[in-house]
Every structure is written in structure tokens, then in C-alpha cells.
């Protein structure tokens, strides 16, 4: 473990050739994963061409790493694919204070999926949900029949439940009901969005020859509430002022949905990057987190951070279905490096990690927020964005970005323009330093 953390110490003051050396060390990574993952060897046009359709090329996107996480005792590194800058950084730098001075535990709270058949409009709902409910080892039996293979793997459908669901404020509602049927099903290692898809389509005409009635949707849900991922984190001897600022602004943000969002937003920041790095669909995971966040009525951020005593306590609880085998993970090569490099075979543990780096990388924005301030921390990093936007040069940027990182000192604040006129300065004095 020593040696580990050892190897990642100043890695983001190496060079980009030698980052990836230490990953493939520390990762295991052959020379072919290492290629993959520096963008030498990019994904193959006919990949792509089944992936999307109208495919004309590519976007590339940025995948780096975090460092010095250690979750469940287990050093990590925790691919990342993301534009934004401070990200990375931030993530990294709260981890090491987490590592030095607490610890991060993770857990699961269930494992199924759920997939939703809509009756949108019975006439008798008490009989309907009886005949449901008589057939339901028949509906299940059907259900796994569909995904023998998902059976075999030890998954399947696990139990089905019977909802009824107000029509407010449907037009044309009339006196009916709506019942909804929820398939919850195991999933294993896959996130299980088309194989729940077809066990609801399946369904649909056995469930109309039972109830009589006739089947809307067939549609897994994104909300998955029977599968969440836990995370939570101690960080002792915090200095009171500092402790204070985070829980206060837990609390603003359980007060306000206004606060609550750009909270959860920096949740996010985390949790994203994991899931584009290792071909997930961090869409869904969005969608069922925020419709989670706001399952009491009211939208609330999905962290909390308290202080007890001098240590700081911080908790969340998302849903988070994603998948380690299938899909974009088995046919993206760099997605199959980065869950490599995660060192894990389950999708479990996927989530589980995910939710802790959502976890930190929470508390480093709450953090910044109670201390120094957001804007610091960012411009800081911002820097070298500024210098490419100016128009700086492969050899103009490292020092256009440390001339603005000293006016950042002084003035507090840089922007475009500041950079263009330290670009022009350096030009002129290069000439000058030439004439003469």
C-alpha cells in the first residue's frame, strides 16, 4: 500500500508520457491498454459506425486520473473522462486529506432493477390487481423465460409488484385507474436496460389476457430505488471553522433546491466522469439521481456532512445502475481499460466507487466554498485553458499560465483579456531579445 501511494506522489507535476508509465505500472496494463488509453490507437471507425448512427467522426474528450484514493482499504486510481478543468485536481487533492486524515467505507443497498408495464386506464382496479397478483409466479416464469442467459449467470427476474397510480391532471382521465407493474429483476454485471426492456415487452400480452385490459408502456425505469450505492467518510481533527463552513452548507443546500442542484451538480463532477471513462450511461445515472433527490417532494442534495465532535462525517445514498460486461463496456476498448485499471469484476463494486468519488469530490467543492472560495481554486487551473484561448503557442503556454497565476495572486481575478495583453508581452520581449 505504501509503495503504491508512493508512485503517486507529484504525479501531476510528471509529464504525460510518464503518467501513463505509472499506470501502466500500477494498473498492470500491457503496452497495447497503455497505447489505447494515450489516444495513439483510437476507437475503430466501424466500432463506431455500430455504436451510432449517421457516424461522421469523433469528439475527443480528456481521460486522466485521480490519485490517492484509498476506498474500502483499497488504493485506487480512478479513471476519469472530462473537459472540465479543477476537476481532476480537486478530487485528487481531497482524497490525499481523506486518506491522511480518515477513511472511506462503501456498501450496497440492494441489487435489482426495475421495469415498469403501465395499464394507464382499468376500469375495475381492485379486480385487476387480484388477477395481478394470482398470476404473478406465472408473469415471473414467462419473464425469466425470455433471458435464459441472465438466468444461467445467476440473475433474473426476482419478484413483481402491483402500483396504483393516480391519473392527476391526465386530460380526457375519466374514473379510472392506473396500474403500474413493477419487474424487479437482478441484472449481475450488466446495467440491464435492454434485457429489462424486452422481459416488459414480453409481458405486455399476457398481462392484457389476464386483466382484460389494455397495456400502455413497456419501459424500464430510471429510478432505480432497489439498487442504491452508499458511501460514507470520516475526516478527523478538522478545524471547527472549516467543519462548520461544510455542514453549513449541507444545510443551505436542504433548504434551498436552488443550492440543492448546483450541490448535487458537484456530486456529479465525480460520478460522471466514472461512467463516461468505463462506457456507461451516466444519463440514466443523472436522471435516477436527481428524481431520487426529490422522491420526499421536495429536491434535496444526496449529501450530507456533519460535524460530530472534531470529526467531520459525511454520507450519500444514490441509485446507481451500471454495468461492467456488454454494451459500450465490452465493445469500447478504452472503457475496457479503464475498468481494468479499477482493478474489479463487478458491477457492484463499480457503483460503490463511484459513489464515493461523488463523495469526495463533494467535499472538495464544500470545502473550497467555506474557505478560499470556488473562484480561487478554479482560476488557478483555469489558467492554461486562458493561455490556449489566447492563442498561445505549445511553447507560449507554461508561461502565459505562470504570469496569470501571479496576477491571480495580486488582483484575485484573470480573464481572456489579461491573457492576451501577458501573451503580446512575451511576444514583444522574445523580439526584442532576438534584435538584439
Same mark, same amino acid.
Given at each position: ?35 489505447? =488509453? ?38 485506487? =486510481? ?6 472540465? &478543468? ?16 480518515? @477513511? ?7 441489487? =435489482? ?86 422481459? @416488459? ?16 408502456? @413497456? ?22 471553522? *472549516? ?6 452548507? &449541507? ?33 440514466? *445515472? ?94 488557478? =487551473? ?34 481572456? &483579456? ?19
Amino acid at each position: 500500500m505504501e509503495a503504491k501511494r508512493h508512485l503517486t506522489e507529484g504525479f501531476h507535476r510528471l509529464t504525460r508520457a510518464e503518467r501513463l508509465s505509472r499506470v501502466q505500472e500500477l494498473c498492470g496494463l500491457t503496452a497495447e491498454e497503455a497505447r489505447i =488509453l494515450s489516444g495513439e490507437k483510437p476507437l475503430p471507425l466501424d466500432v463506431a459506425e455500430h455504436l451510432i448512427e449517421n457516424v461522421i467522426g469523433y469528439f475527443p474528450m480528456p481521460i486522466g486520473v485521480a490519485t490517492n484514493f484509498t476506498i474500502d482499504g483499497r488504493d485506487l =486510481l480512478i479513471p476519469m473522462a472530462v473537459e472540465e &478543468t479543477s476537476i481532476i485536481a480537486a478530487a485528487s487533492a481531497t482524497a490525499k486529506w481523506v486518506r491522511r486524515e480518515g @477513511c472511506i467505507r462503501t456498501y450496497s443497498k440492494g441489487n =435489482l432493477i426495475i421495469g415498469q408495464v403501465q395499464l394507464p386506464n382499468v376500469r375495475d382496479a381492485g379486480r385487476a390487481r387480484r388477477l395481478l397478483h394470482e398470476s404473478r409466479e406465472t408473469l415471473m416464469g414467462l419473464a425469466n423465460a425470455c433471458i435464459p442467459g441472465l438466468v444461467t449467470r445467476g440473475g433474473g427476474v426476482r419478484d413483481i409488484a402491483v402500483r396504483e397510480v393516480p391519473r392527476y391532471g391526465v386530460t380526457g382521465a375519466g374514473e379510472g385507474t392506473m396500474i403500474v407493474l413493477h419487474i424487479l429483476c437482478d441484472p449481475c454485471d450488466a446495467m440491464g436496460a435492454n434485457l429489462i426492456n424486452q422481459v @416488459c415487452e414480453a409481458l405486455k400480452p399476457r398481462v392484457e389476457d389476464i386483466t382484460g385490459e389494455r397495456v400502455g408502456l @413497456c419501459i424500464l425505469s430510471n429510478l432505480v430505488d432497489t439498487k442504491l450505492a452508499v458511501a460514507e467518510a470520516i475526516i478527523r481533527n478538522v478545524d471547527p471553522v *472549516v467543519g462548520r463552513g461544510i455542514e453549513e452548507a &449541507t444545510l443551505f443546500a436542504k433548504a434551498d433546491p436552488y443550492r440543492a442542484a448546483t450541490h448535487n451538480k458537484g456530486v456529479l463532477n465525480g460520478i460522471d466522469p466514472i461512467l463516461i471513462a468505463t462506457g456507461n450511461d451516466w444519463r440514466a *445515472v443523472e436522471a435516477g439521481i436527481h428524481a431520487y433527490a426529490a422522491r420526499s417532494g421536495r429536491y434535496q442534495p444526496i449529501t450530507e456532512w456533519r460535524m460530530e465532535g472534531s470529526d467531520l462525517v459525511g454520507r450519500i445514498e444514490v441509485p446507481l445502475a451500471v454495468g461492467t460486461v456488454g454494451g459500450v463496456t465490452k465493445v469500447h476498448p478504452s472503457a475496457r481499460v479503464a475498468l481494468k485499471m479499477l482493478k474489479i469484476g463487478r458491477a457492484e463494486e463499480l457503483a460503490r466507487i463511484c459513489a464515493a468519488v461523488g463523495l469526495v469530490q463533494n467535499l472538495g467543492a464544500l470545502k473550497a466554498l467555506a474557505t478560499v472560495g470556488i473562484v480561487k481554486g478554479h482560476m488557478q =487551473l483555469h489558467a492554461a485553458n486562458l493561455a490556449i484561448a489566447a492563442g498561445a503557442e505549445i511553447h507560449e503556454i507554461a508561461r502565459v499560465r505562470d504570469r496569470l497565476a501571479e496576477v491571480l495572486r495580486v488582483e484575485k481575478n484573470i480573464n481572456l &483579456t489579461r491573457a492576451r495583453e501577458i501573451l503580446e508581452a512575451i511576444r514583444v520581449a522574445e523580439q526584442s531579445a532576438a534584435i538584439h
